[in-house]
């Protein structure tokens, strides 16, 4: 069931595709071990926006046709569905090797959330209780190592050493992104990104002198990036690749700075709901982050206008009463709208990104994601 109005299911150019998608899914998780199958399955059938794939989808037909490699895919894809005698539609618009794409990238997804629940002691998800707390920590762990091994192996099937790099890359910056958020790594290195230099000239712009702040939003937005937005980045840039559009950079910029941009809109949106979301909804509890030490978007834009939640923050809301009072100071300020701006000024800039794709309705169609990402409930 769809509690939100943003995502109604897949429209209806988009439909069959996650249906195979989906049906397929299932199968390439499967062990000959019941209890792995189970394991690997468990999140997977259980309902969720479909984000990933519907978003890789969506890009492979508002690109597919325009790389000068384009006639080389095609014919592949048809030889290949002949030998095979796939059953599904074959189409043009979405060529099997990127409905196996995103395939491997949903499994990386759902690889990353079991360890997630195991690494944030998690005790629902999606609105039922979470693989660790059904199966134990040490078979969720190696659940999510069997859907690792299962993914890598179906991105080498796509025979593109392009593609096999940046989705070993997606890994690779998922677990980075994931010690930075649990305060291991001190500082990170500088992307170098101008989107991002040009927010935090802007978030900073009231407190120029204050390089505390200054690193707490380094540190954050690096952060989003790293364990959201990456792999979004990664897969558009796949998908793209896969479409044949190897030989012109252009298009490829175009998927990965969308990916990038919606990613962290997303995420910015994610740390929102953990403040003002409803918990039926979200399927998981309020106060996530708080509770496990983090201080995202809205804590950050708090702080520059309270300074007492400086200490809370820096101890990680470890004393009694500090995830209260860091509550409460969260929704005293304008730190929750300023975060919804933050996220809206990404999903424009994620729309500014697709803007030299030719017209299409998928373009239209990513083109609403990035608002169907601002509306989004759970
Ligand atoms: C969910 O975030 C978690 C992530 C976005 C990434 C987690 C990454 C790892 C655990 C590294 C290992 C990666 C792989 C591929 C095995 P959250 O905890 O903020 O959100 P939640 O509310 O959905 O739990
Ligand atoms: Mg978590
Ligand atoms: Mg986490």
Redesign the pocket.
Known sequence: THSSKAFTGPSPEIAPFIMQFQKGLLGQVASSLPLLTQLTQYYIRQPSKRMRPHMIFLMCQATNGLGSDWHVKLLEAQASALDSQSEGVFSEDVLPSQINLAQAIEM?HV???????V??N?ET?RGTPSAPAAFGNNHTILG??FL?GRAMALAASLRSPEVMILVSQA?CT??E??LLQSGAIDKLQSRGNALEAMVLQRILQTHPDDTELAKLWEDYLRKTYM??ASLFAHALQSAVILGGVNGDQRWRAVAASYGERLGIAFQLM?DLL?FEGDPDKLG?PAN??LN?GLATAPVLFALQEDHDLRPLVLRRFKHAGDVEEAVECVRSTRALARTRELAELYAEKAREAISPLPHSVAKDGLMHLTAAVLMRQN
């Open positions: 990386i690889a990353s959330l079991l360890h997630d629940d690494i944030d998690a998800r999510g190592d690792l890994v998922l677990v992104g994931e364990k959201t994610d953990d998981k996530a982050d496990l």
